[in-house]
């Protein structure tokens, strides 16, 4: 009968243990938001972790006094275009690499993990110089195109992974039902694939929201800024606005937190598990 007690007192036991730990590995973004409710001031003098007195301070200085809010829709509208535009042709080049193998197939997905390893700042002097030509200095489309084609070959491999998962008898069932083979892979394949289209959806937004060399080489005007970029402007020569800087680094953890509220089901259950049975 001390079976149950004994399971019990360890599943206790575990959950402070990892209590403890996600306390402590959480740590450092918790002092973040916690010292953004300080001013600088206070946080020069503050001998405590928790603020005495609490103050929004930081949060007004940002939204009346600095173009933080432009920041922010800038990475935003970089981001999600960035997003879309390479999780829609990974999944295409993705479900071609899983389904039609041949030489030329092949030929490019080895091709792939080249272009994975060619530094991106290699091409960007070249890069600068095309775009300026173009007229697209200070233009979001210019690092919309980057960090679609960086992310790429990365968001392709996955994809394809991804695919090769799903069973091929699903899309034989719907081309014997009338589906063209575009329609099997619209209505078929890639409803299934949200937990792969999810993960794509994740390292790209990450990549393209925290980026900050080719934001910091394309945008120079104060109105194109991202958020990495703008949030320097915190950081002088000589001082730091620290409060302020906690403040911006705190609201900019919030897109990214809402983010995963959404997709962390799709990436939770998989959804192809149990889409064929016998």
């Known amino acids: 009968m001390a079976y149950p007690r004994t399971s019990a007192r360890r599943r206790r036991i575990l959950f402070v243990v990892l ?10 973004i918790l002092l973040m938001v916690l010292n953004s409710f300080q001013t600088t001031e206070q946080l020069m003098t503050a001998r405590r972790l928790i603020p005495e007195q609490p103050t929004i301070a930081n949060y007004l200085y940002l939204s009346q006094r600095t173009a933080f809010w432009t920041y922010l829709s800038n990475s935003m509208l970089i981001s999600f275009a960035s997003t879309i535009v390479s999780a829609t042709i990974a999944s295409l080049a993705g479900y071609a690499l899983s389904r039609y193998r041949g030489a030329v ?122 958020l990495p970029v703008g949030i320097r402007m915190f950081m002088q020569q000589y001082s730091t606005d620290w409060g302020s800087l906690m403040a911006a680094a705190t609201v900019t953890l919030v897109p990214t937190f809402i983010l995963f509220l959404f997709v962390q089901k799709y990436i939770a259950y998989g959804a192809v598990s149990g889409g064929v049975k016998g």
């Open 19 to 28: 209590a403890a730990a996600t306390l402590v590995i959480n740590l450092p």
């Open 105 to 226: 197939t092949a030929i490019y997905s080895q091709a792939l993990f080249v272009v994975q390893m060619f530094p991106i700042i290699l091409a960007l002097i070249p890069l600068f110089v095309l775009f300026r030509s173009l007229g697209l200095i200070n233009s979001p489309l210019s690092v919309i195109i980057l960090y679609s084609v960086v992310h790429l070959p990365f968001a392709t491999w996955m994809a394809r992974s991804f695919f090769d998962s799903i069973p091929r008898e699903l899309e034989e069932a719907a081309l014997i039902d009338g589906c063209s083979a575009f329609g099997a892979f619209a209505r078929i394949v890639l409803p299934l694939s949200g937990p792969g289209l999810a993960a794509i959806a994740i390292f790209s937004f990450l990549f393209s929201y925290n980026e900050f060399f080719v934001a910091n080489l394309f945008l120079k005007d104060q109105s194109a800024m991202t």
